[in-house]
């Protein structure tokens, strides 16, 4: 039996909180549920790290879930779709996981049950939609719309990434070069300097200055460096919990109007297509949110995700909802209010979801566009100041000569 601790409501609309056991995390919101309580957020208790080789990413669940969808819908049954994938070559964590599901399968356990039994975290979402999908007698279709949001969460990911990762790596390349340039060249040309009969411009001799304190502390700078990256990395699941944290990483993001307008993009399109999917599987409104507000993983707006929930407790409607939410853009706001008065909600959540998550790609290449000459300048008047400040005093002396 594991621990989980939960925040929700109860029966009246009083905010509570605890921490319960169960088998696992469906098995938890069901007990939560029979004890009249309606869980808004819910966590392993005690806040434990994951090691990293017992994570299945979402990248990795995407062609599992399709592939068995498929086997689903053409007729095969869980455990023959199960055994099938597993003699195909996997990762040796999906391998592992894969045997282990296909042992709970065997004893009779659902697809859900067993994915709360195995060793393995996979993305907490996945159990529930595939709960879902078997009280429905959908779960291909479930299995399918799970794979979708994998693909979009990858897709965004690798926007986000290929925006950043040229001036990232440029910019690391920049810094070993400057650095190597402190080690190796500027104490080379210290010697000549001393030798010439001039005397030494301020900016080589901060130069000087900084090289002498790269050559006299760079190890220890990059053992720091080392172990800052280390420890926050390994303290990382803590600090999510952490309000302090919470605080300051929502002032991060907000600090900027474009990161701002990203990262609000960024999450309403998954927001929006997890719930679309959830919705057009047949779950209701109140349920998906629950579920959505679980298991959202991030900083930002968990708590406007847990409010939205509670209004909708309350009997709220959804648009009313996520006009307080910063995270929801205006126009999406009215498409959504449309689909509820239409009928047509889950289609409108599906539909702005890949507005927007098309409009991200296009700001994403619009900002690599603008980032490439920005880059080129500075790397110009860099090389410019670098190059001055070296022969600067080689330039000096011949005037003194003269």
């Known amino acids: 039996m594991a621990r989980y601790g939960y925040r ?3 029966g009246a609309g009083q905010k509570v909180q605890g921490v319960i056991e169960a088998a696992g995390r469906v098995q938890a919101v069901d ?7 309606f869980a808004t957020r819910l966590w392993a208790w005690p806040v434990q790290s994951i090691h990293w080789s017992s994570r299945l990413k979402s990248g ?6 399709r592939q068995l969808s498929l086997l689903l819908e053409s007729g095969i049954s869980l455990l023959e779709g199960l055994e099938l994938i597993k003699k195909e070559p996997l990762p040796r964590n999906l ?3 894969l045997e282990q599901l296909v042992g709970h399968i065997r004893k009779g356990q659902s ?20 709960a879902v999908g078997e009280e429905h007698g959908q779960l291909g279709s479930a299995l399918y719309q799970a794979a979708d949001h994998f693909e979009q969460q990858r897709r965004l990911k690798n926007d986000l990434l290929t925006a950043m990762l040229y001036p990232a790596l440029v910019l690391l390349v920049v ?3 400057v650095a190597a340039m402190m080690i190796f060249v500027v104490p080379a040309l210290v010697q000549t300097y001393a030798s010439l009969n001039a005397p030494i411009p301020w900016l080589t001799r901060g130069f000087i200055a900084l090289s002498d304190f790269v050559v006299q502390h760079g190890a220890g700078l990059l053992l720091a460096l080392a172990l800052l990256i280390a420890g926050g990395l390994a303290s990382w699941r803590g600090l999510r919990e952490d309000h302090r944290w919470q605080a300051f990483w929502r002032q991060v993001v907000h600090s900027t109007t474009l990161t701002e307008r990203l990262w609000a993009e960024h999450y309403f399109v998954q927001f929006a297509q997890m719930l679309g999917q959830l919705l057009k599987g047949g779950v209701q409104v109140l349920e998906a949110l629950q579920m959505q507000s679980r298991h959202y993983r991030g900083l930002i707006y968990r708590e406007e995700l847990e409010r939205l929930t509670e209004q909708a407790l309350r009997g709220h409607s959804l648009s009313n909802g996520l006009a307080e939410c910063t995270f929801v853009p205006p126009a999406a706001l009215q498409m959504i209010h449309v689909g509820e008065e239409s009928g047509h909600l889950a289609e409108m959540l599906l539909h702005s979801s890949a507005y927007y998550s ?31 400040s070296l022969f600067l005093p080689i330039i000096s002396s011949y005037r003194y000569i003269g």
């Open 95 to 97: 391998d592992q996981w």
């Open 358 to 388: 098309q409009r991200i790609s296009q700001r994403c290449e619009r900002l690599a566009r603008i980032i490439e000459p920005v880059l080129i300048i500075f790397l110009g008047l860099l090389i410019l100041l670098i190059a001055g």
């Open 60 to 65: 990795e669940m995407e062609p599992f879930c």
């Open 31 to 37: 007990e939560l549920r029979r004890q009249g309580l």
């Open 8 to 10: 929700g409501l109860d």
């Open 175 to 177: 810094a070993a070069a």
């Open 111 to 130: 697809l859900a049950a067993a994915m709360a039994q195995c060793d393995a975290h996979i993305p907490p979402m996945l159990a529930e939609l595939a």
